[in-house]
């Protein structure tokens, strides 16, 4: 089975609720013509942005088969099936594969400090059980393990373990695991976009680009396929602000403020997380009216 390859700006994408708090599936079809529209490059539903462990089982099948199923192969999805229990992680895996996602992405388990023998089991069971790639996703200050460099040289030895989402804030991890790995395993910033690219990485996984898919799909044209690295710097510092304003622990609910000010109404966050204070939502609202974001429905 010959794999998909994925470079470029993805977007872990917010999950719309109404204002009931239910699941919007409509919104969540409406929001994936956007992001394909303004010219993003992959979608990954159900990763932390869009608060998977606060949905139900039944909620995880539709989000990914809506979002599969709307973006109709236009830009690949990887799902989001991370688990505690491997078990489980497969499950949500053999799950994502039929539903025809191109890849998963999958964060340690976040809760019983695995050893390195460990994690390398747990991967290696998922990889096995699918046909797919699978994305690792390195967030030591949300999943308690940190997948450093020469752990992940160790997991790139598994056939599909061929991506990995690196959301540290040290940006010469990137160097050292495409100097460890070499073509094994293909960088994606989680979230240092522009650095990440200057020292290599294929790919951003990004939270800022639910709001501007646009721009920080052309930050990475910039880098990675032009050269351009005056242009990508000036871009990006205007972007910064946003990118910091989703940055820390109101990164889902800033990221929905950021939406209902541009005209896309996406629900508030389920708790334990609560909807911005009113301070941080006028800075939201600023935000978007400096950078001039709407919200243009695609026809």
């Avoid at 992680?89 to 390195?116: C, H, K, N, Q, W």
């Avoid at 989703?246 to 996406?266: D, I, N, W």
Wanted: negative net charge.
């Amino acid at each position: 089975m010959t794999m998909k390859s994925f470079r470029g700006t993805y977007t872990v994408m917010i999950t719309p609720f109404t204002e009931t708090g239910a699941l919007d599936l409509p919104a969540l079809r409406r929001f994936v013509d956007w992001q394909i529209a303004e010219g993003i490059h992959g979608l990954i539903p159900l990763g932390s942005t869009g608060e998977f462990l606060s949905l139900s089982d039944e909620e995880h099948v539709a989000v990914a088969e809506t979002v599969i199923r709307q973006a109709a192969g236009r830009v690949p999805v990887l799902v989001g099936a991370g688990a505690e229990d491997t078990r489980e992680a497969v499950r949500l895996s053999r799950r994502a594969e039929r539903l025809g996602a191109d890849g998963v992405m999958i964060i340690p388990p976040f809760y019983s400090t695995p050893t390195e023998d460990e994690l390398y089991h747990h991967y290696k069971t998922i990889g096995d059980a699918i046909g797919i790639p699978i994305m690792v996703y390195n967030n030591p200050a949300t999943a308690n393990v940190d997948l450093t460099p020469p752990i992940v040289a160790r997991l790139s030895t598994i056939a599909n373990c061929t991506y990995i989402k690196e959301s540290t804030l040290e940006v010469t991890r990137v160097r050292d695991i495409i100097r460890l790995c070499g073509d094994r395993m293909t960088v994606f910033g989680g979230i240092l976009g522009f650095e990440s690219f200057v020292e290599g990485a294929e790919g951003w996984v990004a939270v800022a680009s639910n709001v501007a898919p646009g721009p920080l799909s052309r930050l990475f044209e910039l880098v990675a396929n032009e050269e351009k690295i005056r242009e990508a710097r000036s871009l990006y510092l205007r972007y910064l602000p946003l990118i910091e304003f989703v940055g820390g622990q109101y990164y889902v609910a800033g990221t929905k403020a950021l939406l209902r000010h541009m005209g896309c109404p996406v629900g508030a966050p389920r708790p334990p997380r609560l909807p911005l204070p009113a301070p941080r939502d006028a800075m939201a609202q600023d935000i978007v009216q400096a950078l001039g974001l709407a919200f243009r429905q695609a026809s």
